[in-house]
């Protein structure tokens, strides 16, 4: 039922129970110590530059091409940035996709989030079932929960979601909503938002149990590129005949935010994805493909040699004020990507209220770990048999390095710190 407002048409029902995203409204924000959203602060701009100055020495001379390029083009991206990013794809990341025959395999998006948005739409009807790790992208839950969706959510570790938890998960979920589970999320690479990697054998039972139960898993790589050290093989290069794995990756963290996505769909699911982004947004802008074929050709790879060690000095600066200077608590140990999750030892401290009272003021924001959890979700039972309304772990923070220089980070956690150690004691 739509809510109905004093000028009388009505809003649609989601609209009085989806909260709108703390990172958005963290944004607004402009304070010196900016550990919130995952801004990549390491953006190769002299690379971009120099592309846009080629790019614009080009149009002069072809005014045919650039007429092509500020025109609409397919939905799912153009061709010759699709052969690109598949080379790279295979010679990379090992995803096995013929890069020669089987480009087409690749669909752009605008941004990832609208992958996200338009796989949920397109696999989700109201009451079905997804698995996520517990956090979870905030990103993901918030799309997942406005369609519907029951959302269980399994226990991490410091090495990320629990298999055994999620095959726990789908027979209960089975048993209690009459329903296998259509979706299971994971951003195995230095998770958000907890920056955890998920080892080879976890990768391994994900996609047996996805396997077996027929369930699509969804390997959201958004930080693949950002790592300090070599990451086990995605779950993709498993999904030998591109039938079980949906992947997803992002320009976004690993080159400029210019809000391009592309993922390796099964055909089936791509081509509902596409048909969706055709009434989301027709097709993703040519111009920023261009840019970025540009990038993806040429110059990735030394952006992220460049790049790389600057975020890892970032996280290290980061990691070391919080065990310098933070209270009693357990923070993760990420191997890279933008994000460090901090949990306060103590139960009833609430983060969210500390940042309004004392981060803000003190010219800090970070994300309070509550919107990682899914507003009215479920979570398994101790005894694994059955599960319960989710709650939020409101004494966790998200605390991102990959914005502020390392002298800025080390300055602003050690006055979060203090902050802290004088509210917990
Ligand atoms: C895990 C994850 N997935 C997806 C996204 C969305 O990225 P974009 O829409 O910029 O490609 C983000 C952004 O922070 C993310 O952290």
Redesign the pocket.
Known sequence: MANSISNGFGFATWTSFIEESQIRALLKYKVKYYFAG?KPGIIPTDIFADILGNLSAKYKENPKLALEDLNYGPTGGESWFLKTLAKRLCDVRGIPIDCETEWEHVSITN???QA?YALLDTLIDPGDVIITPSPA?L?FLGPAEKLGARVITIPTDLDGIIPEDVENAVEVAKKRFGKCPDLIYV?PDSD?PKGTTLPMKRRQALFDIAEANEILLIE?A?YAEIQFKKNPKPIKTLDKDNSRVAYLG?S?KEAA?LRV?YSVLPSNVRDQVLKDKGYLDLCTTTLVQRILDEYYRKHIDEAMRVGIPRYKERYEAMAKAIDESFPAGVRTDPTGGFFIWWQSEDKKFVAKKFLETTGIPNDIIYVPGTPFYPQSGHRLTKDNKDVRPSLPEDNTMRLGFSYAPPEVISEGIERLGNLLSKELG
């Open positions: 995952g941004g990832s989030q996200i992208y990103g951003v958000n959201d958004a992002t976004s935010v996505g």
